[in-house]
């Protein structure tokens, strides 16, 4: 794997674990590219369906704005 790919599933982590709305939003920024980065990068598919299953059971986005395409 690609170390920068880590890296990024690393940022987005963090930022999950602050569990703010901040957070929760750049958490999926960085998983997202994670996973751009490398399309087979399971654990950042994982991190980010758990990352929308938060963001949209606390209410800090709509289902809309979970759904939709980076």
């Known amino acids: 794997m ?4 880590y890296l990024l599933y690393l940022k987005g982590m ?3 674990d602050k569990r703010t709305a901040d ?3 750049k958490a999926k ?3 997202n590219q994670a996973i751009d980065k ?3 990068f ?3 598919y994982s991190a980010l369906a758990g990352n929308y299953v938060i963001l949209s059971s606390c209410s800090l986005a709509s ?3 979970v759904l939709q395409t980076p």
């Open 2 to 5: 690609d170390p920068e790919t």
């Open 14 to 16: 963090y930022y999950w």
């Open 23 to 25: 957070g929760f939003q």
């Open 29 to 31: 920024k960085y998983l």
């Open 38 to 40: 490398d399309l087979t």
């Open 42 to 44: 399971a654990l950042a």
């Open 63 to 65: 289902t809309h704005c």
